[in-house]
Every structure is written in structure tokens, then in C-alpha cells.
């Protein structure tokens, strides 16, 4: 007995040091392969995935990453290849889904990389080999098809959209927080991406995340993906009429590389200098209008492709011939653009930015005509698609009468036939599909499943778990949230977003019913955030009843005057000065005031205040200020105009070469230098004494709340036009006397001279002259409109 006892602890011994030499022999293997890899040493490595299978589940990195993570990460897509042949390798018995599952401390496989990457060749060669992994989430609950769209890699994602399919693209399309593809290809403006998934993934456009968006309440949320969200001044202006650009064109997975349209511009694959790039785009403007004759002369032999009728002169938005004088006209306005001083830089930053407004237009189009928001469902209750949940996934979560449900996750299984019966993106009824539910949940091994009257008396949470109607008494976040719920509609009036607006109710017009929880309106919403153009927008529809729309009072009985003359946080017209934001607030409450009939809108609310009340209640601490501001530009201005009046009164009785003896005429009479001076020094002195009574009766005035509206801003406006005035024509009387003072030779270096001395009042009044026109454009405005400065 004891002999045995003995050769037990022997062998156990034995195995003990057997397991620490082969833990020491993989610490040893790791570090080679780190070392092999930061040196970049990838034959060694392939060499190594030869040898040892078990290299290749090996995590060598403080973040968790193999060899393969690295050179996915590194873009060495020859090096990849060879890792996974390696991989692949039956003589290695290597296994492979492990191998090319495996993630990092982030839950990444290497194909999660290769897709944020964009990399199209190094997502094939992983994703044919082992198409599952085109499913597996990370730690966040994104699957590398998921992240292609997440980082705006188009060719990675139609790569993987054709190798898994649209049945498995639903159910790898959405992440832990209820976010689809659509969501997030939105979300950070890749509006091309949007447009191709719309047509590819029809059914997203009804999907909700956790907080009950759909794709289209985020596209509301972004106004400066539109005209209307982005105001442009001056020449930018000129310029973003003057660029033409492309309509997005539906694409296939077969063709979208030779057939699709041109992607955003990134500048990472601008590696060319400005002018070389214009140079290129020139080229590329005459190989266009080339293609387009001639392809106009020999259309007429070809035939037409049925799967890309888009293709061909008779399915194009415009003939052939029509499209060639399109492309000269876009090479002509090109050329007139450099050729009148314009910067390449700023050029293509409005080329960016127009080309983004039409597109996010485009993808307004594909959300209206595909969307269900407004269809009646009976009972109140909208249809809900099954779902076929995933392993730790997050379910998104529909709001319809305070209540969180399931909601649009991923279609069921259908046949071909059944597919081919049922158009793109329709629903299918819970009552059709009966049997099928059953059929699936059994054979899952499900005991979740409830029948109809079950389904009735409960809810889920946000980790999917049923609720009785005792545990949902008390009503959880998400359903919190979901009564805050905003249309969208309602939300591209509160940012002002013409288009949305005027698109939904074209589609819709039932939306113009639409109210938040406050019981505020399209109208009160847009008057309350003060949006001028979609409250004139509402105004110039006629198929609107008036009547009840603008007459509309929320909760707390406040009209749309009501909230017109109440102080918001939200202040669009950002001007210099609290004294021209109160003209501002006095234009916008008399302008919704004058917009309807005397007596239209109710006069109290449920507090008993009048508008007035409201305006004078809300204004007063902008009165305050707005006063002070008035004091103190007023006290300024005025003392310039009097020392410039002193001047010209005194320089006007100092005549430049003095007075004929016999006969008292100025000597210099008839000389053109004498005319200026005479002439500018009276200018001067009437407009300085002009400027100095204007802040004078500034200064002496009452602030009183309506005065800001007219009165004082027009004061303002003829004190600080006689100051310029009254300046420009100082300096000319100085010029036109001291050209009398210079010899013959040096008067022609003297304009030099009178340049730089002219360039510290030149920048005063540059300095002065934004507020000067913000004043000019806000006293002459009828409607006020929202400040250029303004980001969203």
C-alpha cells in the first residue's frame, strides 16, 4: 500500500511539472509572437501558425489581440491571407471557427477590425471561410456587419451584406441599445450609406431603439443636415448655388462599385495638393461630358438591362443630351468659381456641404414612402413583428399607449414563394404566421411563450423579462421616456427643419394632428423655438384649417402668441447686444400676433395672463440689460461725434492757404483739392452733430419695454450711420488740406501716406460694422430671422 501511495505522488508530481513546462512554453511562444509582430516579422509568424495550432487562439497583447487582430489592425492583407490559410489548413488541425471567433478585450473578433477597417479583400478572405462570423457580436452587441456601417465603410458593408444574406443582414443589423445600421449610418451623416440600406433593408425604417426612435426621429434631429439648418452668408452663398451635384442612384451588390455614385469625399485619400486636385477634376468634368456623347450616339443599338434599367437614357431622370449640357454646366461654374478668386479649400467644403443636404433629402424620400407611423392599426395597438432574439442581446422597444412592447426587430423565416407574394416591406399578421410561431418556439426548446390573453396582461423591461400587471404598477424608465416622445414631425419643427416638415405632411397631412405630451402643436412648437420659416412655411399652406391648427393652446392654455411673447432658453437670433435681441423678441411676438385676425387667439390662460403679461413678465431682466447696453454704446459714440465736430467746426473756418486780400476769396479756390476739403468738412460737422442728438435722445429716453421694438433700435441706427459718415468725411477734409501743404515732387508718394494713416479708423469701423448690419438687417426685417452662427 505504501509503494502505491508512493507511485500516485510520483505521477502526480510528474503532471504538475509537465502542466508548468507547457504554461512556461506558451508564455515563451506569446512573447516570440509579440516581439515577431511589433517588428514586423509576419513570415516568422505564418511559419509559427504552421507549427502550432495553438497559436493561433494566442492573446499576445495587453488588450487581447492575436496575430491575426494585428495584421488586420496594420492593413497587411497579403499577411492575413496567409494567417488564414493557416488557419484553414486541414494539416494543422487547427479549429477554425474558434480560431477566427476569438475576440479581444473588447469583444472584437478579427473580422469586427476588418470591417471597421473597410478593408473589402481582408473581410472576404475571413468571411468565406467561416460565414457565422459575420453574426458574432462584441461586447456592445455589434456584429462585424453591424460595424461597417458604424464606421461608414460602404464596400465593406455591401461585402458582407452579399455573403450573409438580407434574412441573417435583419438580424445582424442591430446592437445592445436597440440601434439599427439605419440608426447609426444617419446618426453620423453617411447619408449614402442610409440611402442603399433603405432599399436593401426595407424594414428598418419602422425599427425603434430603447428610446423609441425610429431612423427618421434621429434624421429630425439633425437640422445641419439640411438647407434650412444651415445658413449661408455672402459669397458661400453664391458659391453652393453655383456647385452642382449628384443624386444618389439605388445600387446593387453586384455593381455598386463600377455603377454607384461617387461616396463623400474623405480626405484621407486626398494625398495630391489643392491645385493638382482641381486639375484631376477638371479631367475628370471633360472624360464625363465625353462618356455622356457617347453614349447619347450609340444607345440606340444596345439592349436593356432589366436588372439595371436605371442605367439607360430611357429610365434616367434626363435625356442623355440634357445630361451633357448638365456636365458642362457643372465644369463651366467650376471654372467661373476658381477663376473669380475663390479658395479650393472652401470650395469643396461647400461642395460637401450641399452634397450632403440633397442627399439627406433623398433618404427623407426613402423613410416616407416606406414608413408605417401613420397607418390606423385596430385597437390602437400597432402590428409587431417576432422576433428571433439573439444571446445576450438588447430588444428595441415600441410606445404606443404608455406601454413598452417588442417591436420591428427581424422578419421570420419565409419561403421564396410567400416572400414573392408579399410586397417589400409589408408587415406580416400575427394571424398568418400563427402556426409558424408555434413551430419555432417548440423546436427552440422555449417555455416563454404566451398565448394571446397572456400577451394581453403583461409587459417586458428592458432586459426582456415579463412583468405582471402587479410588478408593472409602478412604471419603469423606458415608459417614462416613451410618454416624452416627440413625432418627428414635431421635432423637425422644434430645429426648424423646412423640409422634414413640408415631406411629411405632402405624405402625411394627418401629422399636422400631432401633439407632445405638453399638448403643443406643429405651430406651437415652431413658435415657442422660435422658427421662423416653418411658422411661415405652416402659414402659406392652404390645405391647413387654420381654424384649429394655429388656434391650438397647450396644456397650461398658452396660445401661440402666449409662447411667442414668453422668454425661452432656446435664443436662434444671437446678435451683439441685449438691446438687439429685444428688438428681435418684439418683431417675433407682433409678427405671430399680425399673422392672424384680430382676436384669434385666445386672450388668458389657465393662469389668467395676457401675452403682454408674459412678455413683460419674461423680458424684464433682457429690458435691464438691453438698457445698460443702449447706455453705454450711446455714451461711447457720443463722445467720438463731439471731439469729430469740434474738429470740423474747426476746420471748416481754417481755409487752406488763406484769403485774397482785396477781394476775401480763399486763393486755392479753383483748385480740386480746396473743393473736397470745403465740402468734406461741412459734411463732417452736420452728420457729427446728427450722431451726437441721436445718442443724446438715447440717452434720455424711458427703456421703455415697446420701444426696443422700433424706436430706440432706429436712433441707433441713424446715430451710428452720421458717426461713420461723419468719420470717412474727417478723413477726406484731412486729405484734401494737407495735399496743399506737400511740394510738386512728393505729392504722388503722398497717397501712400494717407493709406496707412487711414488704417486705425479703417479697422474701428471694421470692428463696428457687423453690429451695424445685424442692426441694419433686424430694424428693415419683417420677419426675424435665425442667426448664421448658430451650430447645432
Not at 439640411?226 to 449661408?232: D, E, K, Y
Not at 484631376?280 to 462618356?291: E, G, P, S, Y
Not at 468725411?729 to 508718394?749: I, Q
Request: with cysteine.
Amino acid at each position: 500500500m505504501a509503494g502505491e501511495g508512493g507511485q500516485i505522488k510520483e505521477e502526480g508530481q510528474t503532471i504538475c511539472t509537465t502542466e508548468l513546462m507547457t504554461k512556461e512554453k506558451e508564455d515563451m511562444m506569446k512573447k516570440e509572437l509579440f516581439t515577431m509582430a511589433m517588428n514586423g516579422q509576419w513570415d516568422q509568424i505564418v511559419e509559427a501558425y504552421t507549427r502550432e495550432a495553438r497559436a493561433h487562439v494566442m492573446r499576445i497583447t495587453k488588450a487581447g489581440d492575436t496575430a491575426l487582430h494585428i495584421a488586420i489592425s496594420q492593413g497587411n492583407e497579403q499577411k492575413v491571407k496567409d494567417l488564414v490559410q493557416q488557419i484553414t489548413n486541414p494539416q494543422v488541425r487547427s479549429k477554425v471557427k474558434e480560431a477566427l471567433e476569438i475576440k479581444n478585450d473588447r469583444g472584437n473578433t478579427p473580422l469586427h477590425i476588418a470591417a471597421s477597417k473597410g478593408n473589402v479583400s481582408m473581410c472576404k478572405c475571413i468571411a468565406n471561410v467561416h460565414q457565422q462570423s459575420v453574426g458574432v457580436p462584441n461586447g456592445d452587441g455589434e456584429t462585424p456587419f453591424f460595424l461597417s456601417v458604424l464606421h461608414g465603410k460602404r464596400e465593406a458593408f455591401f461585402c458582407l451584406h452579399d455573403i450573409c444574406g438580407v434574412e441573417n443582414g435583419y438580424k445582424y443589423s442591430r446592437r445592445k441599445d436597440g440601434d439599427t445600421i439605419l440608426h447609426c449610418a444617419i446618426a453620423r451623416d453617411y447619408f449614402d450609406l442610409a440611402f442603399q440600406i433603405t432599399h436593401s433593408y426595407q424594414n428598418l425604417v419602422n425599427y425603434k431603439n430603447e428610446q423609441g426612435f425610429t431612423p427618421l426621429h434621429v434624421l429630425a434631429s439633425k437640422p445641419s443636415a439640411f438647407r434650412s439648418g444651415s445658413l449661408l452668408r455672402g459669397y458661400n452663398r453664391i458659391i453652393y448655388h453655383c456647385i452642382f451635384v449628384d443624386n444618389l442612384q439605388v445600387e446593387t451588390s453586384s455593381h455598386h462599385q463600377t455603377k454607384g455614385t461617387k461616396g463623400p469625399v474623405d480626405k484621407k485619400d486626398l494625398d495630391v495638393p489643392e491645385n493638382y486636385r482641381t486639375c484631376t477634376n477638371f479631367f475628370k468634368l471633360f472624360w464625363d461630358i465625353i462618356k455622356a456623347v457617347t453614349f447619347q450616339l450609340r444607345w440606340n443599338g444596345e439592349q436593356t438591362d432589366a436588372e439595371n434599367p436605371e442605367g439607360h437614357p430611357g429610365h434616367q431622370l434626363v435625356p442623355a443630351n440634357y445630361r451633357t449640357c448638365f456636365e458642362f454646366a457643372k465644369l463651366a461654374s467650376l471654372g467661373m468659381l476658381i477663376s473669380l478668386g475663390f479658395g479650393f479649400n472652401t470650395i469643396r467644403k461647400i461642395e460637401q456641404k450641399k452634397q450632403k443636404h440633397k442627399w439627406a433629402v433623398q433618404v427623407l424620400h426613402a423613410l416616407l414612402t416606406r414608413t408605417s407611423a401613420y397607418e390606423y392599426h385596430a385597437g390602437a395597438e400597432p402590428k409587431q413583428e417576432i422576433i428571433s432574439k439573439q444571446e445576450g442581446d438588447t430588444l428595441p422597444y415600441a410606445v404606443m399607449s404608455g406601454c413598452v412592447t417588442l417591436h420591428n426587430v427581424t422578419e421570420l423565416p419565409t419561403t421564396s414563394n410567400e416572400k414573392e407574394k408579399r410586397a417589400p416591406g409589408m408587415e406580416v399578421e400575427p394571424t398568418d404566421i400563427a402556426g409558424k410561431i408555434l413551430a419555432l418556439l417548440r423546436d427552440a426548446g422555449s417555455t416563454h411563450y404566451l398565448d394571446h390573453d397572456q400577451k394581453k396582461n403583461t409587459t417586458h423591461s428592458v432586459d426582456g423579462k415579463e412583468k405582471t400587471p402587479d410588478q408593472t404598477t409602478k412604471e419603469n424608465p423606458i415608459t417614462e421616456i416613451a410618454k416624452k416622445l416627440d413625432t418627428p414631425i414635431l421635432i423637425a419643427a422644434k430645429n426648424g427643419i423646412t423640409e422634414i416638415v413640408d415631406e411629411i405632411l405632402k405624405y402625411f397631412p394627418v401629422a399636422i394632428d400631432d401633439l407632445n405630451v405638453d399638448k403643443k402643436n406643429i405651430v406651437l412648437l415652431a413658435v415657442e423655438n422660435r422658427q421662423p420659416n416653418v411658422y411661415q412655411l405652416l402659414l402659406t399652406r392652404k390645405d391647413l384649417q387654420k381654424e384649429s391648427v394655429f388656434g391650438q393652446v397647450d396644456n397650461e392654455g398658452n396660445s401661440a402668441q402666449h409662447l411667442a411673447a414668453r422668454l425661452g432658453d432656446y435664443k436662434p437670433w444671437r446678435i451683439p447686444g441685449a438691446a438687439l435681441q429685444m428688438q428681435w423678441e418684439n418683431k417675433w411676438h407682433e409678427y405671430v400676433k399680425n399673422s392672424m385676425p384680430l382676436n384669434f387667439f385666445p386672450r388668458h390662460n389657465n393662469q389668467g395672463e395676457t401675452p403682454r403679461d408674459l412678455f413683460t413678465k419674461t423680458h424684464k431682466d433682457l429690458v435691464k440689460n438691453g438698457s445698460e447696453w443702449l447706455t453705454n454704446t450711446s455714451q461711447s459714440c457720443s463722445v467720438v461725434a463731439a471731439l469729430i465736430a469740434t474738429v470740423a467746426f474747426a476746420s471748416a473756418n481754417t481755409i487752406p492757404g488763406g484769403f485774397n486780400e482785396d477781394t476775401g476769396i480763399p486763393v486755392l479756390q479753383n483748385k480740386p483739392g480746396f473743393d473736397l476739403f470745403a465740402i468734406s468738412s461741412l459734411v463732417a460737422l452736420c452728420f457729427s452733430l446728427t450722431a451726437l442728438v441721436m445718442f443724446l435722445a438715447i440717452l434720455t429716453s424711458r427703456y421703455e419695454e415697446t420701444d426696443f421694438g422700433k424706436h430706440l433700435p432706429r436712433k441707433l441706427l441713424l446715430g451710428l450711420t452720421s458717426l461713420f459718415v461723419s468719420i470717412a468725411a474727417m478723413l477726406l477734409s484731412f486729405c484734401g488740406g494737407h495735399f496743399f501743404v506737400l511740394k510738386e515732387e512728393l505729392k504722388f508718394a503722398a497717397f501712400p501716406v494717407y493709406a496707412v494713416t487711414c488704417l486705425p479708423v479703417t479697422f474701428f469701423a471694421a470692428a463696428q460694422f457687423p453690429l451695424y448690419f445685424d442692426l441694419l438687417r433686424a430694424t428693415f426685417s419683417k420677419v426675424p430671422q435665425r442667426s448664421s452662427k448658430i451650430v447645432h
